[in-house]
Every structure is written in C-alpha cells, then in structure tokens.
C-alpha cells in the first residue's frame, strides 16, 4: 500500500492506495470521529463493494443510502436521499458519510457532507479510476444545474481517501478508459516524462496490468495533491486542472449528461485544446497528432460524437463555455498547451482561431 | 456611525451601524469586487427599499430576485430563483449577493452564495432588528428541513454588514419584540449590567427611541462579534449563543414553522431555561421572575402558544430537541442560566427536571 498526504494544514489528509484495503478495519478507524456513519453509493457498486465496506463500520450505528448511477442523477435534489436518512437517523454534527462509487457519487456524497449541519465529516472510497486519479481528491464537491456542471457546491476536504485498485476489476472497458483521459490529463498539463511512460504503458493500462494502474494511480493522485496544496481554492495555478474542461463541460452539458461519460468529453475537450494551441502555433501539429495519438490508444474519443440526434453547433458550443466556471467578469480563460507536457491557462487567445476551433469540431 | 469590525483573520469585516446609510456609495464599494450584483429581497421590503439600494449599485450590472416573505418559505428548494437567476446572467465567482431584508433573506441569500460556483460574496443588509443584533452576524447561513431548522447550511461570511437603523421605522411592533428576544439574550449569557440597562430602557426601546435603539445593537453585535472571532464554527463557547434556542427551535418546528416568530420562539425558550436552572438550584425563583418580567417589559410571550389548533406534549419536545444540534453523540447540551447575566453550556442537568419544565410548558 501507497500513502500520499495532501497538505492543507489541519484539513490534510492521507491517500491510500493499494489493493484488499476492505479488509482492514485499523486502517480508516482513525479517521471516523464519531459512532455515527451513513454509506452512500449507487445500485451498480451496492451489490459489488457494499457488504465489504459495512463489515469495516460493523463497530459503528451504519446506515446505508443507494442512489440510481448515473451523472444524471448529479442534481440539486438528488441528494435529499442523503439528507432525509440523516435527519431520520438524528445523526449530529460527528457523523461520517462514506462515498462508495464513482465521480458522481463522491461529488454527491462530499456536497451532502458539506452543507448537512454546516458541513459534517466525509471520506472518499473511490471505486472507477476517474475517481481515484481525480475527483475523490482535493475537495471539489457538487452537483448540477441545467445550464452548467458542478455549478452549485463546496470546497469541502475529506478526512481520508481510500483508493483500493481490486475495484477496478468490475470496471467496464468504457468506465475505464474515461478514467485513463484524466490520467493522460497530467501529462499534458506538466510532465513529458510522464507522457512517455503513458506512450510505453497504454496497452499495458487499457489492459489492467495492476502495476502500470498502481503507478498511473500514484503519479495523478501525487500530481494533483501537489496542485491542491499550492491552491486549494483555485484562484491561481489549480485551474490547469481544467485542461480539456471548458470544452469538456460545454460538450457534456450540450449532448445532456449521462449521453458522454465526463472522461470521454474531458479527452475530445484535450484535442480541441491541441487543435486550438496548435492555430496559435504554440505546439507544432506533430505534437498534436502526438496527444490525439495517446488519446485514441485508450480507447477514447477524439470527434464529438452525435449522441441520440443531439448534434452541436459551434454557436451552442460557445454559449455552454461562457457559462463555465472559468469566465472571469465576461473573459473567457482557457487552458491550453504549450508543449509536449506542459500547459498554460490564459484568455490570451484569438476568438476568430477559437471559432475555427469550435467550426471543426462541432457537428452541425 | 459606528463601525464594529468581526476579527477573523481573511474573513474580517466590519459592521456598520447608522441612519441613512443607504445614501452613501462609497461606504459599501470596497466590499464589491467584481461588476456583478444580485439584490435578493422580499415582497414586504422591496417596496420599502429596493430602490434606494438599487442605487448604491447603479454602476454595476444589478439584477434583483424578490421571494415570498416568510420562515416557511426558507426551504431546500426555496433558494433556487436566486440560483436560476446567477446561472441565466452567466454570473461568475465575482458576482457579490445582497441580502436586504431580515433573517430569513439573510440566512437564504447568505447560503446560495456559498453554493453558487463553490462560494461567492455577500453583504448583509438587514431590515429587522432580529437580523441586525443577530442573524446578520456570525456567518451562519441555511435552510430548513422539514424535520429540523437550519440542518442545512454553511459558514460563510459576508463581506460587510450594512445596518441601517432607518429601516427599524417600518417594522411592525411585533417584529420589534421578536428583535428585542435576541438583545436580552445577550444580557443573560454574560451582562448583569446590560441586564440592568435593559431593565430600564425596555420601553425606549419598544417605542423605538433612536438612542436606546442604536446602544441595544451596538452592544448586541459587538458582544457576538467577540464571541464569534473566538470560535467561529461553534466548536465551544459559541454555543453560549444559543441560549433558549434548543427549546426555541423544538417550538418554532412543532407549531409549524411561520405560527411563531423565531423571537417569540426564543424568548419563550429563555423563560424555559430559567424554569429548569431553578428546578436544579442554580439561580433561584427571584431572578426566574426578574427574567421572566423582562421578556414580558418586551411584549414578547413566555408561555408556548396553541397556534391553529396544535397543542405540543412534552413527548414530541423530547423529540423535537433530540434532533437539535446541540446534540452530541446522544447527548444533549443545553445552555442554562447559572445568574442573572451569566450562562453555561452543559450536558450535566437532571433528566426528570428537564420532562418537569417540559410539562409545566407543555399545551398538551
């Protein structure tokens, strides 16, 4: 097993990876305060990882709450399950909501964790590679609105992260290779050496050889704890983590959320990045074909797909940016790349050349 | 005018306490950072005062959200217009909120600018005496559910308090009382001569006499400045703060919310912790009445109410305190009166005592 702290001075916290991690109580005891704790997850994991990890909290008052899978579920109310069963129970100001599942259900689980009683403790048990690699760390937690993603929220960190790679044996080929785009993410975002290793090991990951998984697994969740670190609140650096998200976000919430897994619009939102460093000719297009190389070795989408007759203009693609997270008083930011392994976040960009960007990839 | 400022590192900001302070620009635009503005008001304040904030802000771009007035209306879902509204103008992170009306717009506006985009800025703005001795203050912001009062919420702290005492003019005579609850909370949890002040200006104040009216929010707001600078997220001597509250919150949900003002609700509940400190000796019967005169000086109730018909036993009390959050593991904490102008937190009183007070208040 691999520990890996995010420090944040009193809201740090340890990461473990490794596999069995289910089997041992000593290890997440430490981190639960109170005698009080609600399992959340979702009917696909339930009947896979659910009756493992209660026997971890048999020592504890343990309620459950199953909610349908799927990111269209992410919504405002969505997470009343949770807050009902908490409320239905008493439980106070120490009890523990454990996250079992994917993204969805971590940043579902994290939010209810956030505003029940003013914010109450949660940890993360992260069970698709999206998840461990990143969104059961650093402390974004949220839900929906119709016109945006994660759009209604809370920095909110959790006690510890439990990241156990047997999981990922139940994964489906699709679920992984979503989580394999954020793995690629790091790369791109700050480290060509790290870019290599993925050129070297895609096939070895796509097919689960569990020490290229430990090793994608370690260098993103170290990468990202780094980030976090440095700014926890995003106001600087930590947006780099948004390469391949604006684009990402508007092609997720255009197509209806649920038609493209985040991790498949997160890897045609990278392409588009390249496509439009390369108009800016801040990269060359040997390095783009490079990255839309590494992204169609994992299986995953480079072209925005026309998901059940949606298709999405360029007029649409540009209206669903505006309204993402990274305008700042009507400019747009982007994140874009520079070099083989390394971006930059800037609105110093021609819209004309983004327009030509947003002309080939949209599909009507 | 007088400026109070609440010490908490970052987090700082000042209170300003005066008349007509909405004719001023330049005293609220430090705390604006961005051009974007979202007055959010009620039906009974918006034709009172929405035009003359309007104008502080007529160099910004400023939208406006006005919601039903009421406790009942501060629900989960209730917040939503004003999320709809900052997603639909594509508002972004520098949006600043206001909330301009009492403790209900206070706690709603204060909450959807902690969720929105994971947290954005706000000025309180309060218009009841409630709100600014109390509610404006301290960062507590929320909703209620249907089981329990503001179970769902977060710390967030605005960027400034704008009292204008001007609006007091407008409140009806029972708001005023309610207002007044708060005040002589703060004279039994630490001031027996604050206590001795109120106990001969309670009728300046209740006549609404300037001078009277202006001390009695100065004192109230620097006391919870000081308390809350200490231990923002009630993790101790906060809870001093919740004096009548824990029965106070059992009798405003029991009636349903809306039947009794939050200030009746408390003040009722203040005559209910003096009720059980006698039962245990800690102050004898002559302070029990020496408080129970006061609150009645303020027009305010001390006996609980038959609201439409519902009559409350002392078992749904029991329950109803027991999903309080001034439970821990099991165990409530109470604050109770050990002298006239002194309080304590504890958990150390007599069962048997508490059902006794609860059946000697008890309607059914």
């Known amino acids: 097993m691999i520990t890996l702290n995010v420090e944040l001075d009193e809201r740090s916290y340890p990461i473990f990876i490794g596999q069995n991690l289910f089997g041992d109580k000593s290890l997440i005891a430490p981190y639960v305060s109170g005698k009080q704790v609600v399992i959340v997850t979702n009917e696909t994991i339930a009947p896979l990882y659910l009756d493992a990890v209660k026997k971890l909290f048999s020592d504890y008052q343990c309620e459950t709450v199953i909610l349908p899978d799927g990111e ?10 949770i ?20 993204g969805v259900i971590g940043d579902m689980t994290g939010y209810a964790a956030a505003i029940y009683r003013r914010g109450v403790n949660f940890i993360q ?3 698709t590679l999206l998840a461990q690699v990143d969104s059961s760390v650093g402390g974004k937690t949220g839900v929906n609105h119709p016109l945006g993603k994660n759009m209604i929220g809370a920095f909110h960190q959790p006690q510890c992260v ?5 999981t990922l044996d139940t994964l489906d080929d699709r679920q992984l290779s979503a989580g394999v785009a954020e793995v690629i993410k790091y790369a791109l975002i700050n480290s060509s050496q790290f ?10 990951l796509i097919n689960r050889e569990s020490d290229a998984l430990a090793y994608a697994i370690e260098f993103s969740c170290q990468d990202k704890a780094n980030v976090v670190a440095a700014d926890e609140r995003e106001e ?39 496509d439009l460093s390369v108009r800016h000719g801040w990269i060359d297009s040997t390095v783009q ?13 480079t072209q925005i797909p026309v998901v059940q007759g949606v298709r999405l203009s360029v007029q649409m693609l540009l209206e669903l940016m505006a309204g993402d997270k990274k305008v700042l008083d009507g400019q747009l930011h982007l994140v874009l790349i520079d070099a083989l392994g390394s971006s930059l976040i800037t609105s110093d960009f021609n819209i004309e050349k983004l327009t030509e960007t947003l002309q080939a990839f949209a599909t009507e």
């Open 236 to 274: 600087g650096q930590r947006a780099l983590l948004n390469l391949g998200h604006t684009f990402g976000h508007a092609i997720e919430t255009g197509l209806g959320y649920g038609n493209c897994l985040h991790g498949e619009a997160v890897a045609i939102g990278m392409a588009m990045a390249a």
């Open 195 to 204: 870019y290599q290793w993925l050129s070297d090991n895609m096939s070895a």
């Open 125 to 127: 048990v992260p069970t």
């Open 162 to 166: 439990l990241a156990d790679t047997n």
């Open 289 to 301: 074909q490079q990255i839309v190389s590494l992204i169609t070795q994992a299986n995953l989408p």
């Open 83 to 102: 807050i009902d069963c908490l409320m239905e129970n008493k439980f106070d100001r120490r009890v523990t909501l454990i996250a079992l599942g994917g």
């Open 72 to 81: 269209v579920y992410k919504t405002y109310d969505g997470i009343l399950p």
